[in-house]
């Protein structure tokens, strides 16, 4: 008799499960009918309305359909935040450029180098400290060199071939006499460039 009773109770469940799988499917097919009706672009995609920020009339329909049929809801209520998704998307997908890590010379071996860019690019001449801390600097840029102070460097472009430094007037302020260094880079001789490239190649 127990068994009877449990059996009867347990019946009205079963169908109110069936019931609610029916509702749940009419849901979805009313819902889909109605995605149906909604315009799209050429490609077949839902169309957005002009206003960035507007939430798309028809995303809680579609939000609803994924809900009850179990797939992941949409994250992407307005064209703002599908064009944000495309675009992290995209960074994704672009390939991450990694540099080599700047190479790093002994002073003098800096000193050299620089000196010779300085002449394969035609950039030999005189130069003030500002100048000369200016070409120094693109030098390392382009080469990816770890760059030396300024006072560590000039300490040994004296003794680079072709390299000459002097002091010249800059004028009186008051009774104090302005001096400049200035900095003469020559092109070496034949004999000593060549001296100079193998140093460096080595």
Known sequence: MLRALLAKLARPKAVDVEVQAVDVDARVADLRAYLKTVPRDDLGNLIYPDD??????????????????????PKWPTRRSL??????????LMPTVVKPPLRELAADVAARTFVAWLVANGRTGEFDSESLSRAYREHCQQARLMPCSDQTL???????DGVSKG???????GNR????TKWVVRRPSPIKQKAADARLAA
């Not at 944000?84 to 960074?91: D, G, L, N």
């Not at 000039?154 to 680079?160: A, I, Y």
């Open 52 to 73: 960035v920020d507007a939430v798309a009339v028809w995303f809680p329909a579609l939000a609803e359909v994924c809900r009850l049929t179990g797939q992941p809801l």
């Open 83 to 92: 064009d944000e998704e495309i675009a992290r998307c995209a960074a994704a």
């Open 154 to 160: 000039r300490k040994h472009l004296v003794d680079v």
């Open 167 to 173: 002091i010249v007037e800059a004028g009186k302020v």
């Open 177 to 180: 006499r302005e001096r400049n």
